[in-house]
């Protein structure tokens, strides 16, 4: 907590247009009451509130756009007014602290699948089609639950969306680290994913609606920073629970691997974050919009006290609407959201969802897809590595060895082994080549990245082995048996050896996250969210280009850790605008158009692997097509740093 307070005060102090609330109002006199409510005819407080926005400078012409009736632009000022008369302070970082929390904890469900699929492979025995369909149930829930449950927001209130949301998180995040089956993990990771898309729509709005305008922006960076640093935290978590050496697994048997204990342990923020939660308070801004003024001006009049204790809450109108009721007849969560969505795609707001929906799309296909790309590209150089490096052992003969331990990174070619016996063994990255056993004996062993080419085995032994068929090519047996177990896994899998390298790599490439949100905020403050976003994209697209210069793990890291940068540097502007250009009623709604960029997550998981294996121009040019047309449709978008919620 005293981590994200002093990240705010730095920023308030390096951005000195931030200027005080309090002192942009100097009538501490202005009346604060509920308005009485006999005659609801908004004209009444027309010329009293048009005199309040001449006086906060607002640009009310422009905002206009982002109201549906007269009654939301007057509300809106209203709510505005009250926040600049509270100001911030401890209560909204408190509120930021519990918002980033979720986020974090968001993030580490999204991301905690990749750090367990080589180990869950194995135990559930998929194949590459099943670990695809596995690592893209987690988006197909997130655009699920982005629609629904920013519905359910906005329709019963940011506080029950966020908290089933949270919910969702948690419970299937705790049922996927028990699940025995494959089918069982994938149900639960697609309702996971429900609840992870769940938070994303809801956390800015609740921030967005408690914050002034003047501060907005600053406490958005520090909620999407606390978002961008769940991937560190995730990433060290993995390094310190999975450990330097994974546990190799032979068995399909259920048993609690490392890897079920770091599922255990990622939902942990999203419970701290639950519990805190449903002690939050409603957002003001929502109570407004639907007619509970009294309990809208409990929560004023609770964030004055937090933040102004030697203070006397001072007074203004806040004005009635009229809010259409229909107690009689309650409408099914479907039905709800394709009002919403129906209303998003109405002439007024259409132009703003469909470019917000190709932004978050063009986003997410160049930035997972170049993710894939980096991880398999190091997976392959890691690879081509060990083969310059691997020792070769040619022509020789062992009669009578006895072969224990570790055997590593070599290569057998040519060679002879007879009445040799090979027990307690682990190869790892070992290859025979045109070799002869004649009488061995293969007890308890352990293979990774092992293969025989053209070998023959003549009354030779397997028992208690990994040693499976599709790890013999072009051989031949006579009077040698496979025992296979039936409770191993057969499918052919790769895994890397050097697991401490690959989650090292991992955090380093994770650790440009925060910088890149940082960076974004005076960015942001100086040219403005569509400009902001424009630039990051561009600058996404050119960094690109690089990997041609790129051969080593070394230079591959460093461009995976500039271009994660960039990315979050151009989604922080994206969240922001997404958030504005919304009115009340539909504003967690339209964050939920970022699950459906997701949709791009799913098909960059499956499109980008393939390209690894094809020239570098292939993701270089698709990757810098996506980002520089997403960067174009951003040009289309309107301004919103001036319009307030």
């Not at 609690?256 to 204990?261: E, I, P």
Request: proline fraction near 3%; charge should be neutral.
């Amino acid at each position: 907590m005293l981590a994200l307070i002093a990240v705010l005060k730095i920023y308030e102090s390096l951005c000195v247009e931030m200027t005080s609330a309090h002192n942009t109002v100097s009538d501490e006199n202005l009346p604060l009451v509920v308005n009485s409510g006999k005659d609801d005819n908004l004209s009444t407080q027309t010329t009293s509130l048009e005199e309040v926005a001449v006086e906060e400078n607002f640009d009310m012409a422009e905002n206009e756009k982002n109201y549906s009736t007269k009654g939301d632009k007057i509300l809106s000022e209203a709510h505005e007014k009250a926040l600049c008369l509270i100001g911030t302070g401890p209560y909204h970082y408190l509120l930021t602290l519990v918002l980033g929390v979720a986020y974090i904890g968001d993030l580490v469900e999204l991301y905690s699948l990749s750090f367990i699929l080589i180990s869950a492979q194995q135990e559930m025995c998929m194949d590459n089609t099943m670990k695809g369909v596995l690592a893209s149930s987690t988006f197909v829930g997130m655009m699920i639950g982005s629609v629904v449950i920013g519905n359910i927001s906005d329709k019963k209130g940011r506080k029950a969306g966020i908290v089933t949301s949270l919910i969702l998180n948690v419970v299937f995040g705790i049922l996927a680290a028990l699940s025995p089956y494959y089918w069982m993990l994938l149900s639960c990771r697609l309702l996971a994913g429900i609840g992870i898309g769940g938070v994303a729509s809801v956390v800015l709005a609740v921030i967005g609606e408690f914050c002034p305008l003047q501060k907005r922006v600053k406490y958005f960076t520090a909620v999407l920073v606390c978002w961008s640093s769940g991937a560190m935290f995730v990433a060290v978590l993995a390094l310190v629970v999975l450990g330097p050496k994974e546990e190799h697994i032979t068995s399909t048997n259920w048993h609690f691997s490392r890897w079920r204990l770091f599922m255990l342990l990622c939902p942990v923020p999203c419970m701290l974050a639950l519990i805190c939660s449903i002690f939050t308070h409603e957002s003001p801004r929502y109570l407004l919009d639907v007619g509970k003024f009294d309990e809208a001006l409990n929560v004023y009049q609770c964030m004055f006290k937090w933040n102004n204790r030697d203070k006397v809450l001072p007074e203004f109108y806040l004005p009635k609407k009229k809010v259409k009721m229909n107690p009689g007849k309650v409408q099914p969560a479907i039905t709800r959201a394709l009002q919403n969505t129906k209303e998003l795609l109405s002439p007024r707001f259409a132009r703003y969802s469909i470019i917000i929906a190709l932004l978050w799309i063009g986003n997410c296909i160049g930035a997972y897809g170049m993710i894939v790309w980096f991880v398999e590209y190091l997976n392959r150089l890691e690879i081509q590595e060990m083969k310059l490096s691997r020792i070769h052992i040619i022509n020789q003969s062992f009669d009578r060895a006895f072969f224990n331990g570790t055997i590593e990174n070599l290569e057998y070619i040519g060679c002879t082994f007879k009445n040799s016996v090979f027990e307690d063994v682990k190869f790892d990255s070992v290859s025979f080549v045109g070799s002869n056993f004649t009488r061995c004996t293969f007890e308890n062993i352990q293979s990774l990245l092992t293969d025989f080419i053209d070998c023959s085995f003549v009354e030779t032994i397997f028992n208690k082995t990994d040693l499976y068929k599709y790890k013999f090519s072009s051989s031949t047996f006579h009077q040698t048996q496979l025992h296979e177990d039936k409770n191993q896994c057969h499918v052919p899998f790769k895994q890397s050896s050097h697991q401490e390298t690959i989650l090292i790599d991992n955090l380093i490439s994770q650790s440009a996250l925060v910088p890149g949100v940082l960076l974004s905020l005076p960015v942001i403050k100086c040219i403005g969210r569509r400009y902001a976003i424009v630039v990051s994209l561009l600058l996404c697209s050119i960094c690109v280009f690089f990997i041609w210069l790129v051969n080593t793990r070394t230079s591959t890291v460093a461009l995976q850790t500039i271009f994660g940068g960039l990315v979050y540097f151009a989604w922080n502007p994206l969240e922001i605008l997404t958030t504005e250009l919304f009115p009340t009623h539909l504003r967690s709604s339209a964050l939920g158009i970022s699950g459906v960029g997701r949709l791009g997550a799913v098909l960059a998981n499956f499109v980008f692997a393939e390209f690894i294996d094809l020239s570098k121009a292939v993701p270089v040019l698709f990757t810098s097509l996506v980002m520089t047309l997403s960067g174009v449709c951003a040009l289309f978008l309107p301004e919103s740093q001036d319009w307030i919620m």
